[in-house]
């Protein structure tokens, strides 16, 4: 009896995490920054930008994503999606848009680290999925100060 509790508890399936952020041009045009991850720690992920919302819902949609943790960093402002990339461009968006243009930018160590900063806190840059920012209680012990 003992092994098939083990068994069954060792093979419960972990489900996956599906994260999309909707971006909305002037016109209205809608396009969508998909995320999934998966594993015991969601340290696996595929992301894809899409018109489709569903882009990237299940493992085997794969065409036109990106494999990998944090694949780029983002801005969007006036219909403008810009990529921020880490030393080279490791994804393009094959698909086109009507009203959103897409650049991609390629940025040294020491820009990038400053731009993932303002990415973590989502102050003008996002990660990939975006962040939620954390609410404490306002009953929360304060760090000491130094």
């Given at each position: 009896?003992?092994?098939?509790?083990?068994?069954f508890?060792?093979s419960?399936?972990?489900?996956?995490?599906?994260?999309?952020?909707?971006l909305?041009?002037?016109?209205g045009?809608?396009?969508?920054i998909n995320?999934?991850n998966?594993?015991?720690?969601?340290d696996?992920q595929i992301?894809?930008?899409?018109?489709?919302?569903?882009?990237?819902?299940?493992?085997?949609d794969?065409?036109?994503?990106?494999?990998?943790l944090?694949?780029?960093?983002?801005?969007?402002?006036?219909?403008?999606?810009?990529?921020?990339f880490?030393?080279?461009?490791?994804?393009?968006?094959?698909?086109?848009?009507?009203?959103?243009?897409v650049?991609?930018?390629?940025l040294r160590?020491?820009?990038?680290?400053?731009?993932?900063?303002?990415?973590?806190n989502?102050?003008?840059?996002?990660s990939?999925p975006m962040?939620?920012?954390?609410?404490?209680p306002?009953d929360?012990?304060?760090?000491?100060?130094?």
């Open positions: 009896m003992l092994f098939f509790l083990l068994l508890s060792c419960s399936p972990v489900m996956d995490t599906f994260n999309s952020k909707e909305i041009s002037s016109k045009e809608k396009i969508y995320s999934l998966w594993g015991a720690t969601d696996n992301t894809a930008i899409s018109s489709d919302k569903e882009k990237v819902k299940e493992r085997s794969t065409l036109e994503a990106v494999k990998g944090e694949p780029f960093i983002y801005s969007f402002k006036s219909d403008s999606l810009k990529l921020f880490h030393n080279e461009i490791t994804f393009e968006v094959k698909e086109n848009f009507k009203t959103i243009h650049s991609y930018i390629v160590a020491k820009e990038y680290n400053n731009i993932r900063q303002k990415a973590y989502n102050d003008e840059y996002h990939v962040r939620e920012k954390n609410v404490y306002s929360m012990p304060k760090s000491p100060s130094k």
